[in-house]
C-alpha cells in the first residue's frame, strides 16, 4: 500500500496542485504555481526515504510553501465579501460566495495534508493518530481536499459567470452548484473533525461530502460536458463525472463500516480503489479537462 499510496501524493504534489493553482487565479496565483514544483519536489522525495531527519527536514520545507499557500485564502475571501458589497449584494445569494469558499479551502488543504506528512515522516503520532492515518491524511487532503473543493468551485463559478462553458445549464443548475460548492469544503472539514470525535461523525461528514460530490459529477455531465470544444476534453469530463460515482460509494461504505460494524473494504482496498480511482479518474481528468475548457 505505502509504494501506491507514495505514487498518488506524489502526482497531487507534483502536477495537480501547480495546476489547479492555475485553474483558480492564472494572474494572482502565477507566480507560487510557477515555484511550487520546487518544495513539492522535496515533498516527493521526502515519501521515498525513510522516517528520520532528512525526510522530515524535506516535509518541513514543502509544509513551509503549502502554509505561505493557506494564507492567500482569508485574503480572497474578503475580496470576494468586499465585491459582493459593492455590488449590493449579499454573499450568500451570490455565486462569489460559495465558489470562493471552495476555492479558499482548496488552498487551505495542502498545508493540512503537509503538517501530517511532517508528524508522518518524523514518526509522531500527531493528536495520537497512527502513523498510518497519518500518511493517509496526507493524499486525502491532497485530493479530497484540494481538487474536490477546487472543482467544485469551478463548477459554482462556470455556470454564471462562463456560459461558453456551461451553455445548458438546467433549472436549479445554480442551486446545486452552490450547495456543491459548500458541502464539498463543509464535508470535507467534517471528516477531519470526525477524526476527532468518533466514526459516526466521521460517518455524517462523508454523507455531506458524497452528496457534494455528488452534485459535482451530475453538473459536470449535464451543464459542463456539453460545452466542450472537443471529443478529448468530452471524454476526460464524463469519465471523472463517472468516477466519482463509484468512488464516493466506495467512501460511504468504508465510513459506515468503521461506524456500524458492518463488512467493509480494508485501507489497502480503499487505497488501490477509491485513492487510485479519484487520483486519475477524477483529480487527473478533471485538472487536465479544465484546463483544456479554460485555456484559448
Known sequence: MTVLVNLIVTLGMLYVVPAGLRLIDPAGLHTAARLWPVPAALGALCLWLPRGIPATVLA??????????????????????RRSRAAGAPP????????EVAVCTALMSPSIAATALVAERAGYRLFGF??????????????????????AGLVCRAGATAPAIAPATAPGS??????????????TLLVLLGYFVDDWAELAG???????????????????????????????????????????????????????????????????????????????????????????
Open 174 to 187: 445554480a442551486t446545486l452548484s452552490r450547495w456543491a460548492a459548500y458541502s464539498v469544503p463543509g464535508g
Open 60 to 81: 518541513a520545507l514543502y509544509a513551509a510553501a503549502a502554509l505561505a499557500l493557506a494564507t492567500r485564502a482569508p485574503a480572497r475571501l474578503l475580496e470576494a465579501r
Open 206 to 296: 462523508a454523507v455531506v461530502l458524497t452528496t457534494g460530490m455528488w452534485a459535482v459529477a451530475l453538473l459536470t455531465w449535464r451543464d459542463i460536458r456539453p460545452g466542450a470544444r472537443d471529443r478529448t476534453t468530452g471524454a476526460l469530463l464524463g469519465t471523472s463525472a463517472a468516477v466519482l460515482v463509484a468512488t464516493m460509494l466506495l467512501a460511504l461504505w468504508w465510513a459506515a463500516g468503521e461506524a456500524t460494524g458492518i463488512t467493509h473494504p480494508t485501507l489497502t482496498w480503499m487505497a488501490a480503489t477509491h485513492g487510485l480511482g479519484n487520483a486519475l479518474g477524477f483529480a487527473l481528468c478533471s485538472v487536465l479537462a479544465w484546463r483544456r475548457l479554460t485555456v484559448d
Open 130 to 151: 497512527d502513523l498510518d492515518i497519518l500518511a493517509l491524511t496526507v493524499p486525502h487532503f491532497h485530493f479530497a481536499g484540494f481538487t474536490a473543493a477546487l472543482v
Open 92 to 99: 450568500r445569494t451570490t455565486v462569489s460566495g460559495p465558489a
